[in-house]
């Protein structure tokens, strides 16, 4: 991840699991594994085409994910493996905010049923509000705070 990047993770939350993101620890490394919240889990049908509307398919750097975006910018990719997905993770170009492509990840979370692990590891909604205020962080919306007062 790039430093003007941020990092979100799709979370079902269809039966209940979603509330289980709160009990993941990182490993010795700092990463957390989601694989475990997506057993059982199916992305719908038709996800591919919605993400084709509103994304580019891009080259991945790893034959077990698929790729939407830039690399260096605002990226989806879902990570697979025997054709399931155990991973959906997102990245913002914060140095460049594209409202289209957050109406899309909103959407795309609609479609799947998730809500949003933030890098910050926050569980939120989906909502473009609240993509903008987990990407300028607590200290920001302090400050905004302190400023409006």
């Known amino acids: 991840m790039a430093s003007w990047q941020y990092d979100f993770h799709l979370i079902p939350i269809g039966d209940g699991r979603g509330s289980d993101v709160l009990k993941l620890r990182p490993d010795d490394l700092g990463l957390f594994d989601f694989s475990e919240l997506w057993v059982g889990k199916h992305l719908p049908d038709g996800h591919e085409e919605f993400l084709n509307s509103c994304v580019m398919k891009c080259d991945s750097w790893h034959r077990d994910i698929e790729s939407w975006g830039d690399r260096l910018g605002n990226i989806i990719e879902i990570t697979v493996d025997n054709k399931n997905a155990v991973d959906i993770s997102v990245r913002v170009d914060a140095s460049a905010i594209d409202l289209r492509f957050l109406d899309c990840i909103v959407r795309f979370s609609e ?35 302190l400023i409006g007062s």
């Open 111 to 145: 479609l799947c049923k998730c809500k949003l692990f933030t890098q910050d590891h926050e569980l939120i909604e989906p909502t473009v509000d609240n993509i903008l205020s987990a990407i300028k962080g607590p200290k920001l919306r302090l400050q905004d705070n």
